[in-house]
Structures are given as structure tokens and as C-alpha cells.
């Protein structure tokens, strides 16, 4: 976060706006004016360009959201199903499903590719994804291995873009492995349109044939990847 760093800053209270190096992926590293994106060729490794970022944060959204949501009354499950305007339109209304209704100054569409907010706005035909004809793919990779980790670091402690003469594009962003913040209370919380996670049976109670505390190993976890058109 670079650009918009100045305007978030802004939106949130003192409090949080002075907080927000606790949302750094990376929170030992320590930022300052000279911060740069560097960009390289994914095929040579020659490096074809340095942009100036002074200040730049590589910002993990999930200890963002965690950050900005403090102390603030969130709710899950709302789906929205019309907006409406009081007669002089200097108030706006939210209408959900389950009946409720929220007034403000303003609604902020932030509800995704999927949004209800822009197809309120401008209808279903227009507010339809156009597709770009890209596949964007994500993966998380843990190295368990420390010279490997501080060679691919070594492009850049935040961020770097590659790219391949192919048509590809790459970017390598590093993740910190400190302690994360404090989960948020509702996490976990599950959105009533997604289906139901079947419940983890519990493991048997030690007993006069079974005292000994079962094996662990190491867990292997597989990256989610995501793709888009």
C-alpha cells in the first residue's frame, strides 16, 4: 500500500491510523523513504526498473480489515436488497432480506465482482463482469528451508514484479513469519450462504488402553489458488 496509504490514514481515528504497522505482513521490517518496487525480467533476472515508494506498507488484508473493524459493530450475513433515498436525497437507506434497514449519509459498493450495490446502480446488463481474457493465479509457498527464503528475499524485503518475455507476470511478495495479530472475534463466523462444514469428530479420551497422547507430525498445507477471467 503505497499510493492510498495517505488517504486510509485520513479515514481512520488517530488511534488506528498510528497503528498501522501492526498490519505489515512483515512487522520487523522496517520501512522508510527510501522503500522501492523493483521490477524485474522473469526469463534473464536483469532488473529493468526501481519505483520510488517512499513509505510503502506490504499490508496483509486480513490484519487490515482485523484493524479497521475495531470497534465496530459488523455484522455477516446481511444480503442487500434495495437501496432507497429520503425526498431531499441527502440520506440513503439499505434494505436487507431478513427485514432490517440501515440509514447513512452514503453506501460504499465494496461487495466484490458479485456486487448488489452496482447492479442497484446500474442495472443487471449493465452492471455484468466484462472478461479480460487473464488467468491470475495465487499461491503461498513455505520454503522450511532459511537460505532459500533469504535468496528469494533477496529481490526485494517487500515486493517485486517480474516480468516474462512469454506474457507472463509475476510478483514475489514476502510474508512475515512473526506472530499474527490477535484473530478477529468473528473470523470465524460462517456466512449463512456457504454450506455447512461437517463437525471434526472429537479425538477418544485417553484412558487405561489408550494413555499415551496420539502421534503429531509436520501438517502439509496446499496453497489456495485463485483464477479469474
Same mark, same amino acid.
Given at each position: ?14 488511534d488506528?491510523?498510528?497503528? !498501522?504497522?501492526? %498490519?505489515k505482513?512483515?512487522?520487523?521490517h522496517?520501512?522508510?523513504? =527510501? +522503500? ?9 533476472? +536483469?532488473r529493468?526498473k +526501481? ?17 479497521c473493524?475495531?470497534?465496530l459493530p459488523? !455484522?455477516?450475513?446481511?444480503i442487500l ?8 436525497? /441527502? /440520506?440513503?437507506t %439499505?434494505?436487507?432480506?431478513d ?10 459498493? /465494496?461487495?466484490?465482482?458479485g456486487s448488489?450495490v452496482? +447492479?442497484?446502480?446500474?442495472g ?18 513455505h520454503?522450511n =528451508? ?13 515486493f ?24 478477529h472475534?468473528? %473470523?470465524?463466523?460462517q456466512?449463512?450462504?456457504q ?5 471434526t469428530?472429537? %479425538?477418544?479420551k485417553p484412558?487405561p ?16 489458488? /485463485?483464477?479469474?477471467?
Amino acid at each position: 500500500m503505497h499510493w492510498a496509504l495517505p488517504l486510509l490514514k485520513r479515514l481512520l481515528p488517530g488511534d488506528l491510523s498510528a497503528r !498501522m504497522n501492526e %498490519a505489515k505482513c512483515d512487522t520487523s521490517h522496517q520501512n522508510g523513504e =527510501d +522503500e522501492t518496487i523493483y521490477l524485474y525480467n522473469s526469463k534473464t533476472g +536483469e532488473r529493468l526498473k +526501481e519505483v520510488c515508494a517512499p513509505g510503502m506498507l506490504r499490508i496483509s488484508r486480513r490484519k487490515l480489515r482485523a484493524l479497521c473493524s475495531s470497534d465496530l459493530p459488523v !455484522m455477516f450475513g446481511k444480503i442487500l436488497t434495495t437501496v432507497t433515498y429520503n425526498t431531499s436525497g /441527502a /440520506a440513503v437507506t %439499505a434494505h436487507f432480506a431478513d427485514g432490517s434497514s440501515y440509514s447513512g449519509d452514503i453506501v460504499i459498493g /465494496a461487495d466484490g465482482p458479485g456486487s448488489k450495490v452496482r +447492479e442497484l446502480l446500474l442495472g443487471v446488463e449493465k452492471s455484468k463482469n466484462t472478461p479480460l481474457g487473464l488467468v491470475f493465479n495465487s499461491t503461498i509457498v513455505h520454503y522450511n =528451508d532459511a537460505e532459500k527464503a533469504k535468496h528469494v528475499r533477496s529481490a526485494s524485503p517487500t515486493f517485486a514484479i517480474g516480468y516474462h518475455p512469454d506474457g507472463m507476470l509475476h510478483t514475489i511478495a514476502s510474508k512475515s513469519p512473526l506472530p499474527r495479530l490477535t484473530p478477529h472475534p468473528l %473470523a470465524n463466523s460462517q456466512h449463512p450462504n456457504q454450506p455447512k462444514k461437517s463437525p471434526t469428530p472429537s %479425538a477418544p479420551k485417553p484412558g487405561p488402553s489408550n494413555s499415551a497422547p496420539p502421534r503429531s507430525g509436520p501438517q502439509k498445507t496446499t496453497a489456495p489458488t /485463485a483464477q479469474a477471467a
